[in-house]
Structure formats: C-alpha cells, structure tokens
C-alpha cells in the first residue's frame, strides 16, 4: 500500500502553512487511505489523538524502522546536531519559531488544548505551532534544519475528507539539504510507509474495541 499522494492534494487547498512558511521547501506530501464522511463521528483531532499519537509514543520499536530511529539519536549525540534542540533561530530569519509569525486572527482560531502530543522528549520533539479545526502544523528544529509537520483534515470529494500530511524543510547548510536527498528513498519506501501502517494499526485496533 503506498500513501504517497500527490503535491497537488496539498497545494490546492489554502492551508495557513502555505503563506505562513513560504520561505520553507514542500518536500513531501502523504495521505491515509481513510475516508471520512459526516457520519462517521470523527474529525482531525481525534484522528490524531487514536492514531498519531500512539505511533509516536511507540517510534523506537523493534521494526527496522524503529532501530533506525535509534541509530539517527545516536549518530545526532555523537555528532552533536541535536543539542540546543527548538532554539535555533529560523535559518535566514530572526524568529525561532513560526508561533510568532502568527496573526492575531490565527490566534483567535488556534487551540492549544486540542494540540496533539508528538514529542519524543528527544530528537523528534516535535512542537506545536497552531491547533485549528481542519489543521495543525508542529515544528522541530536542529543545528542542520528547521522542519514543520502539517496534518490537514482534506475535502477529498462527494461530502468525504481524508487527513493528509505535509513536511516542509528548511535547512541550515548545503549538507543538509544532500542528507536529505540521500535518505529520500528510505523515507519514501521504508521509514514512512511503517510509520503510516503503525498509525492504522493503532487506528482499527481502538475502533475495533
């Protein structure tokens, strides 16, 4: 099962990201082969909170997956690209964080209570940016790169939604940007296709209960 999707899923909808990180780099676009409609019950957020959550919680199993996500925190400890994590400065910018490009009429839609935990306390500490109805952006950022992880409750057709995912990248130095282009093929045929199938695992098993 693949769950790559296409740019186009993303870049035809007006998500806040979009203008908010114009200076960052779409580098993939992924979607869960769910569709929703109003019956259903279900929305983003608890999407998120069955699913997402409880993937991430459970990232250093014993998949092969799981042992390379070991392997990077070791290699970013020995290499020391994680410490000083989510207080590096924007690359090119002044901010530290994309919360304080935010307006005032972000703020009036965003809730924070809602925010989906996606912290690993190390890292992948992810941090939220903003929590609305029909999407949620977090960010995490090292000494190589700025990262964001988008989740968007997407109109797919005929009264249905799926929830799709963005990451945008900006990164630091020319190093980083080939790092990523040479783990692209893991990540497109290994790294993500486990995380997504852990995400339904978790999914169908709380359904099912």
Same mark, same amino acid.
Request: net charge neutral; charged share 25%; with cysteine.
């Given at each position: 099962?693949?769950?790559?999707?296409?740019t186009s899923t993303h870049t035809a909808f007006n998500w806040r990201v979009r203008t908010l990180a114009s200076d960052f780099r779409l580098e993939d676009t992924w979607e869960f082969p769910y569709e929703f409609g109003? !019956?259903?019950?279900?929305?983003?957020?608890?999407?998120?909170?069955?699913?997402?959550?409880?993937?991430?919680?459970?990232?250093?199993?014993?998949?092969? =997956?799981?042992? @390379?996500?070991?392997? $990077?925190?070791?290699?970013?400890?020995?290499?020391?690209?994680?410490?000083? #994590?989510?207080?590096?400065?924007?690359?090119?910018?002044? !901010?530290? &964080?994309? %919360?304080?490009? #935010?307006?005032?009429?972000?703020?009036?839609?965003?809730?924070? !209570? $809602?925010?989906?935990?996606?912290?690993?306390?190390?890292?992948? &500490?992810? #941090?939220?940016?903003? =929590?609305?109805?029909?999407?949620? @952006?977090?960010?995490?950022?090292? &000494? =190589?790169? +700025?990262? @964001?992880?988008?989740?968007?409750? /997407?109109? /797919?057709?005929?009264?249905?939604?799926?929830? %799709?995912?963005?990451?945008?990248?900006? +990164? $630091?130095?020319?190093? &980083?940007?080939?790092?990523?282009?040479?783990?692209?093929?893991?990540? +497109?045929?290994?790294?993500?296709? +486990?995380?997504? $199938?852990?995400?339904?695992?978790?999914? !169908?098993?709380?359904?099912?209960?």
């Amino acid at each position: 099962m693949r769950f790559v999707a296409p740019t186009s899923t993303h870049t035809a909808f007006n998500w806040r990201v979009r203008t908010l990180a114009s200076d960052f780099r779409l580098e993939d676009t992924w979607e869960f082969p769910y569709e929703f409609g109003a !019956e259903d019950g279900v929305d983003l957020h608890v999407f998120q909170k069955r699913a997402i959550e409880p993937m991430m919680k459970g990232i250093y199993d014993c998949s092969v =997956t799981g042992l @390379l996500f070991m392997v $990077r925190k070791v290699f970013g400890a020995l290499f020391r690209i994680d410490g000083n #994590l989510n207080n590096f400065p924007i690359p090119g910018c002044r !901010e530290k &964080s994309l %919360r304080e490009r #935010l307006q005032e009429s972000d703020l009036e839609k965003d809730t924070p !209570e $809602r925010a989906m935990d996606i912290s690993t306390q190390d890292y992948m &500490s992810f #941090l939220p940016v903003y =929590t609305f109805a029909d999407e949620t @952006l977090h960010e995490l950022s090292n &000494s =190589t790169e +700025h990262a @964001l992880m988008h989740y968007a409750w /997407s109109p /797919s057709g005929e009264g249905k939604w799926k929830v %799709r995912m963005a990451v945008y990248v900006k +990164h $630091r130095t020319f190093y &980083s940007a080939f790092y990523m282009s040479c783990i692209r093929p893991f990540r +497109h045929f290994l790294v993500y296709p +486990h995380i997504f $199938r852990m995400c339904m695992k978790h999914w !169908e098993a709380r359904n099912a209960s």
